[in-house]
């Protein structure tokens, strides 16, 4: 029986750790071999004759002696292909993707009995454990997330529910991310509520929201071709950090929410219901958004008893989930977290008839058919012919396609990080572009990359696009089949598990770094250097954040802003290929210039003798441009020449000089 620990993947830094193995090993056996073709790769043996470590590492060929050869598991296991053409250097590959994950399992003959398969099955599934926990936490803990971004767009919570599963499945298929989930957005919902609030022409407002969010994907998918993927990958850091430390504060301020009475009644859960707004298209309206993240004008719970219960609950959640990876890190802590809160509110709670509220009294969980589109009976859609109707469909899509731009760019470049690897930017919009237009059709609020969901992916050891997938597969099955159990799951151990994950990736040295900027120089340089940030990132650091709390456009604002830089900037570079150009000759001298004095230094070439009498002042080159300014090109290198046929030395220097008077004189100058 193979153990289950040493058959998984857990994170970025082991697969890497593997891959640098792999390519050591294999260059060695080549040159072993001493043939310039790539060795073949021989079958490993039977997994149930091998030890964990041979499961676990199969970074090297491993000599067959059974008549029945079989490939071992393994994260890493070789596809067909690799086995035909041989061994690659995996520390070249980019991060994999979905159809990879799925054929672990690859080989290269065929099952003959259902018990085969059956066993094949059971073995994929020990394989992929980490991935299958991992799906399970994160889906369970995006139920009320999506239910309360719905809420916040003024939508039934079906908009929410179908966004997620939709956008994880067709992400991981297309080849998204590995280990970055999608979710419906706080940010994009706040967009939405304006275009809910609007007085619409010949439709209830919120049949625009389908059309609204494909028109989004489109734009989206179109980004990915025209280049803006360069801009996605390459966020500078000071937004990176204050928009993370922003969307970190969110993330707590929405648990508050889990507290207060819910606000749809039985007829507002249904999609058809009519949502006429008496807002004008355009309203120039400050909303800030840790308000409407908060609940402002919502009921708390009561009596207060059952609130300081449900404090509790939510500290034993926020402690397990936080330390005790400390103790067992090989085991998932939100799962114990659920457990542990589980066992405290039906166990002891519900035993004095104190009651915390659950998924269910949040609306729940189910949707009554997932896979109905924009074309059933329920949805009205507004006449495509009118100019009104594009008008806000272009308005409203652009602004949501700007803001899912931004937290899909952030949740990228966070994911990267945690992987130490670069993930197919490309990929990544045109997979969301795609999943936004489908969402759209099927009736969604659309969905992008979100930087809690996927550090709780990582923190369960979810690394790979099958854990996205089956993210997207678990949300489906507790929508369509599995709410009579999901829906019985205390909101208080989501709240701990995501007041903990919000905690463990928010930027505390960034806040902190706010006040030492208000310190003298000479106090500041006494800090240790991570509390050192530049007083001009610590502001943008600052007015980023602040910008996503109190204004709910702030991130269409900062991606107008990103890319008037982008722009910019490719444009300085196209004029700098030019000025570039026109220094290669003061390179060329500089490059030979460097050289010899190289030589000079390490005393294989003299030094050139003095000619003059005056004072020469030695200064080293800079840089090309000064080089050929100095003519230090043609008459310093004839100098030293002149001096080598001579079999004259001078004396000692370092590095490159060019030499200049200043009107004095000086027997020791070179």
Not at 276 to 287: C, F, I, N, P, R
Not at 528 to 540: A, D, S, T
Not at 608 to 623: C, L, R
Request: glycine fraction near 8%.
């Amino acid at each position: 029986m193979v153990d289950p620990e040493t058959a998984l993947s857990t994170s970025g830094k082991s697969k890497s750790s593997k891959s640098s193995k792999l390519s050591n090993k294999t260059k060695s056996s080549k040159k072993n071999d001493g043939t310039s073709t790539a060795a073949s790769v021989k079958p490993a043996k039977s997994a149930k004759s091998q030890s964990a470590s041979q499961v676990t590492s199969i970074s090297q060929p491993v000599a067959a002696t059974g008549a029945d050869e079989e490939v071992g598991l393994s994260a890493g296991i070789m596809t067909d292909d690799e086995m035909m053409l041989g061994v690659e250097d995996l520390s070249e590959r980019k991060v994999g993707s979905i159809y990879k994950d799925l054929n672990c399992l690859c080989n290269p003959t065929r099952t003959k009995r259902p018990g085969e398969i059956c066993s094949r099955l059971g073995k994929w599934c020990v394989a992929n454990a980490n991935q299958i926990v991992s799906s399970i936490v994160v889906s369970i803990c995006m139920i009320p997330e999506a239910i309360s971004y719905a809420i916040i767009a003024g939508l039934p919570p079906s908009f929410g529910l179908q966004s997620c599963w939709i956008s994880c499945m067709l992400t991981a298929i297309i080849g998204g991310r590995p280990g970055m989930i999608t979710n419906a957005s706080g940010l994009s919902a706040l967009i939405l509520s304006r275009l809910v609030k609007t007085d619409t022409i010949g439709a209830s407002s919120i049949m625009f929201v389908p059309l609204v969010v494909a028109f989004a994907g489109a734009l989206q998918g179109a980004s990915a071709c025209i280049g803006l993927t360069r801009l996605a990958t390459n966020f500078p850091e000071p937004m990176i950090i204050g928009m993370v430390n922003a969307l970190a504060i969110l993330a707590m301020v929405l648990q508050c929410r889990y507290t207060k009475a819910f606000p749809l009644s039985e007829e507002d859960m249904f999609v058809g219901s009519a949502v006429t707004g008496t807002d004008k298209a355009v309203e120039l309206e400050w909303v800030p958004a840790v308000l409407s993240y908060y609940g402002v004008g919502l009921d708390w719970l009561g009596p207060w008893m059952n609130f300081f219960v449900y404090a509790g609950e939510v500290a034993v959640a926020f402690l397990c989930t936080m330390y005790l990876p400390r103790v067992s890190p090989s085991f998932p802590a939100p799962i114990v977290a659920m457990l542990a809160v589980v066992v405290v509110e039906f166990g002891l709670a519900r035993q004095f008839n104190i009651y915390t509220p659950l998924i269910m009294d949040y609306g729940g969980v189910k949707v009554e058919y997932p896979w109905t589109t924009v074309l059933s009976p329920e949805y009205s859609l507004p006449s495509f012919s009118s100019l009104e109707t594009w008008k806000i469909v272009g308005g409203y899509g652009s602004s949501l396609f700007a803001t899912q731009f931004v937290e899909t760019a952030i949740a990228l470049n966070v994911v990267n990080r945690l992987d130490e690897s670069d993930g197919p930017g490309f990929l990544v919009l045109f997979g969301q572009g795609i999943s936004n237009a489908v969402i759209g059709f099927m009736g969604g609020m659309g969905a992008n990359g979100s930087v809690s969901m996927s550090v709780l992916a990582d923190r369960t050891f979810g690394t790979t696009c099958l854990s996205t997938f089956l993210t997207g597969v678990m949300m489906f099955v507790f929508m369509a089949w599995g709410y009579p159990v999901i829906n019985y799951m205390p909101l208080s151990a989501i709240s701990g598990i995501s007041i903990a994950i919000a905690c463990s990736y928010i930027q505390w040295r960034s806040l902190a770094a706010i006040f030492t900027t208000c310190l003298p120089e000479r106090k500041r340089m006494l800090l240790p250097p991570h509390f050192l940030f530049g007083r001009l990132e610590v502001c943008i650091i600052f007015f980023i954040c602040a910008g996503c709390l109190i204004a709910d456009v702030s991130a269409l604002l900062f991606f107008v802003f990103a890319v008037g830089v982008f722009i910019f900037d490719v444009c300085r570079k196209l004029l700098g290929k030019e000025e570039k150009e026109e220094t290669v000759e003061g390179a060329i001298a500089a490059s030979v210039s460097n050289t010899i004095a190289k030589l000079m230094q390490e005393g294989v070439l003299p030094q050139p003798s003095p000619k003059n009498t005056k004072k020469e002042t030695v200064a080293p080159i800079a840089d090309p441009e000064q080089a050929e300014d100095m003519s230090v090109g043609s008459d310093y290198l004839d100098s030293i020449a002149s001096s080598w046929s001579d079999g004259s030395n001078g004396g000692e220097g370092e590095g490159i000089y060019y030499v200049h008077s200043d009107g004095e004189s000086d027997d020791d100058s070179p």
